[in-house]
């Protein structure tokens, strides 16, 4: 085990992809020379080579859509999109293409392919450069979601995407790149893609979220348990396919939920959980399902105050634990 | 304050360039075959259009006026080893790739056997994995972004095929248009970008999508060959792309080719073109037919005589009986198989529905 952060996971990751398989590329603005903007992708192409590690122009349309070609032609591409928010002009591609392939063919071709891309904000990265994308994604059939809250988490989930026969949109929480640190099993590490993780066992609550907000909610845990709540925490790791098992479980075990997440509540994945949740453990739940988002304005502005305001902080999840816990 | 693009500025020199000169080496046999894929393409077409009328499939959408552009680029290729990127009029190219009446005819049925989509598709979606003829889509243009793709591979992967792409001019209007040729150039990749054009963009004529007045100068914006040419012409289409063929097999680079046809039909069984077509348009069209040009051409070469035309239209037409027969009578995709095919492994995730099946996360 080494302890590396989230970003150093991601990049040895690559390393160890693309040197066990010659069929991965990376390609991508930056992704070079420069070794892209946060650095993640940073001497893959001194290692590997112009040829497989291709700074592409800006234009996110192309880079996902040569990487649909390239994966139907035999190679196993990493488009990587700069910012989840520069992901749009690649929609057509993504969604009536690439998660569909499969699906219009009847089986008969397949694309895989990885997305990677930077999302989520807390970093001044003002309306551009902050948004959470997963709903939007996770709307559409065809497509995995992975959403890794941590070191170990990232490698087995972008070993598993690379090695995935489908298109997989592999989100990489921009503020958690360099402030989390974790261990990270040296070696063959492979997560499946829909499977959940219980990160802290509990009795009285179960707190459901993934990304960034995972920190946030065993932060906001570890805080009651002094009070004498006990909060199990529940990391989804992936969006899509959702791990409903495991949703089930923990809230037939605490019949109390709470859904953090950081992207804006409507219609985020907190509502297809509490969906979920009301439809199928109704009878089991003591109090009503609770959601603790961003508000629904159209991105996270810049300046810090307001920054601060959009995300959902400490003292917010743990007022909602204590009035679900009280109910 | 300056005036920007004023009126009297010079206009850049953009004129499309033909393709050198040469003679087509195809063979009298070649030609006669040539000719039977078109006329095949052409009768299967006007029976799609029939059996539209008559109620028993809910939509088609023609090759017609498109058949010798097609035609001339495929016998350029080596189906087998390129790869075909077509779009929903290339009938006569993914025919010549080795999909059959049958194939085709199970598509326009919706027939579980459809080998483009098993049903899921509307008619002329083709595809073909062993064909190498990729899976259409309905959205324009998202399949030249992916050719390039598909040629990157080929370069990587130091195959010695050629990627082929087919479009409408109307989606060189779009994004992905010049995000794929301008992708391609960069790398030079062996890819031939194909535009059947036929100055509609279903109702909106050539003069309302451009300013320019040939795709081909589009061209000179990412630096490779543009070609205009005759595309109701085979020989001329092939001579073109077999120019286009060698550039990209030898390093090269992309060529695009701006095939002139002659939409011979409305857009599709939905459209009516009388509404924005004028007659004297829609004649002038129907004399830029390919298909009674190449048969005077190859009656006058001796390549083809009355009698033997007679019979190739009716073996033709008795494929295309063969194929409605078969095709209808083939079974239609169990309803059951709707959650099929969403992720490799299966996992019918696409039924949580709540209209009764069982929860699968139990």
Same mark, same amino acid.
């Given at each position: 085990m080494a302890v590396k952060t989230?970003?150093?996971?991601?990049?040895?990751?690559?390393?160890?992809?693309?040197?066990?398989?010659?069929?991965?590329?990376?390609?991508?603005?930056?992704?070079?020379?420069?070794?892209?903007?946060?650095?993640?992708?940073?001497?893959?192409?001194?290692?590997?080579g112009e040829d497989r590690v291709i700074d592409t122009p800006l234009a996110e349309g192309v880079i996902v859509g040569a990487a649909i070609g390239a994966a139907l032609n035999g190679l196993r591409p990493i488009a990587e999109i700069q910012f989840a928010d520069f992901i749009w002009p690649a929609m057509d591609q993504i969604?009536?293409?690439?998660?569909?392939?499969?699906?219009?063919?009847?089986?008969?071709?397949?694309?895989?392919?990885?997305?990677?891309t930077p999302y989520g904000g807390g970093v001044h990265g003002a309306l551009y450069h902050s948004q959470s994308i997963e709903a939007t994604f996770a709307h559409v059939p065809g497509l995995k979601i992975c959403?890794?809250?941590?070191?170990?988490?990232?490698?087995?989930?972008?070993?598993?995407?690379?090695?995935?026969?489908?298109?997989?949109?592999?989100?990489?929480?921009?503020?958690?790149?360099?402030?989390?640190?974790?261990?990270?099993?040296?070696?063959?590490?492979?997560?499946?893609?829909?499977?959940?993780d219980v990160k802290r066992e509990g009795s009285d609550l179960s707190i459901i979220t993934y990304g960034a907000m995972l920190h946030l909610a065993i932060e906001a845990a570890e805080k009651l348990s002094?009070?004498? !709540?006990?909060?199990?925490?529940?990391?989804?790791?992936?969006?899509?396919?959702?791990?409903?098992?495991? !949703?089930?479980?923990?809230?037939?075990?605490?019949?109390?939920?709470?859904?953090?997440?950081?992207?804006?509540?409507?219609?985020?994945?907190?509502?297809e959980v509490s969906?979920?949740?009301?439809?199928?453990?109704?009878?089991?739940?003591?109090?009503?399902?609770?959601?603790?988002?961003?508000?629904?304005?159209?991105?996270?502005?810049?300046?810090?105050?307001?920054?601060?305001?959009?995300?959902?902080q400490l003292e917010d999840v743990v007022g909602a634990i204590r009035r679900l816990v009280a109910y | 304050m300056r005036a920007i693009g004023s009126a009297t500025e010079p206009r850049a020199e953009t004129k499309a360039s033909s393709p050198p000169a040469m003679t087509p080496q195809l063979s009298n046999e070649q030609l006669r075959q040539l000719y039977e894929t078109m006329l095949l393409s052409r009768i299967l077409d006007e029976r799609f259009w029939i059996l539209n009328r008559q109620g028993r499939g809910a939509f088609t959408i023609s090759c017609q006026g498109h058949e010798a552009a097609q035609l001339g680029l495929g016998y350029a290729l080596e189906p087998g080893?390129?790869?075909v990127f077509p779009y929903y009029r290339d009938t006569g190219l993914v025919l010549h790739f080795g999909m059959t009446p049958r194939d085709l005819m199970l598509g326009f049925f919706a027939r579980a056997a459809d080998p483009s989509s098993g049903g899921r598709q509307m008619p002329n979606h083709f595809a073909s994995a062993a064909?190498?003829?990729?899976?259409?889509?309905?959205?324009?243009?998202?399949?030249?972004?992916?050719?390039?793709?598909?040629?990157?591979?080929?370069?990587?992967?130091?195959?010695?095929?050629v990627t082929a792409v087919c479009f409408g001019e109307g989606c060189t209007s779009s994004g992905a248009f010049h995000e794929g040729l301008n992708f391609a150039s960069v790398h030079r990749l062996p890819v031939i970008f194909v535009c059947e054009n036929n100055g509609w963009a279903i109702s909106v004529p050539r003069e309302k999508q451009m300013a320019v007045p040939n795709v081909a100068e589009r061209a000179s914006a990412y630096n490779l060959p543009g070609y205009a040419?005759?595309?109701?012409?085979?020989?001329?289409?092939?001579?073109?792309?077999?120019?286009?063929?060698?550039?990209?097999?030898?390093?090269g680079g992309p060529t695009l080719i701006d095939a002139r046809v002659a939409r011979l039909t409305p857009h599709s069984s939905d459209d009516d073109d009388r509404r924005y077509r004028a007659t004297e348009e829609i004649e002038q069209a129907r004399r830029l037919d390919p298909i009674p040009r190449f048969r005077q051409l190859l009656l006058g070469r001796g390549i083809l005589d009355e009698g033997a035309d007679k019979a190739l239209r009716e073996r033709v037409s008795a494929l295309v009986d063969d194929a409605v027969g078969f095709a209808e009578a083939s079974p239609e995709p169990d309803p059951a198989t709707l959650g099929r095919h969403v992720f490799a492994e299966d996992t019918g995730d696409g039924l949580t529905t709540g209209r009764g099946e069982v929860a699968e996360w139990r």
């Open positions: 989230l970003l150093e996971a991601i990049r040895d990751t690559m390393f160890s992809e693309m040197a066990r398989d010659e069929r991965v590329i990376l390609m991508g603005e930056d992704v070079g020379a420069k070794g892209g903007v946060f650095k993640v992708t940073e001497g893959l192409q001194k290692e590997f969604v009536s293409e690439a998660a569909r392939m499969r699906y219009r063919t009847n089986g008969t071709f397949a694309c895989p392919l990885v997305i990677r959403a890794p809250a941590t070191p170990a988490e990232a490698k087995g989930l972008l070993t598993a995407a690379i090695r995935d026969e489908d298109p997989v949109l592999f989100l990489e929480h921009k503020r958690l790149y360099r402030s989390i640190k974790g261990e990270v099993p040296d070696g063959e590490h492979v997560l499946p893609i829909g499977k959940a002094g009070e004498g !709540i006990s909060a199990e925490v529940l990391d989804l790791r992936t969006i899509q396919p959702l791990d409903r098992a495991a !949703i089930a479980a923990t809230v037939h075990k605490t019949n109390r939920a709470l859904i953090l997440y950081e992207d804006n509540k409507t219609l985020g994945v907190g509502a969906a979920f949740l009301a439809e199928e453990l109704f009878d089991e739940l003591d109090a009503p399902i609770t959601r603790v988002a961003s508000p629904d304005v159209p991105a996270m502005p810049y300046n810090h105050g307001l920054e601060k305001a959009f995300l959902p | 080893k390129d790869i064909r190498k003829i990729i899976s259409v889509s309905s959205p324009v243009a998202t399949q030249i972004p992916q050719a390039t793709g598909a040629a990157l591979a080929s370069k990587l992967r130091h195959l010695d095929e040419v005759d595309g109701t012409d085979p020989l001329a289409m092939y001579a073109a792309a077999a120019e286009a063929v060698k550039r990209a097999r030898s390093g």
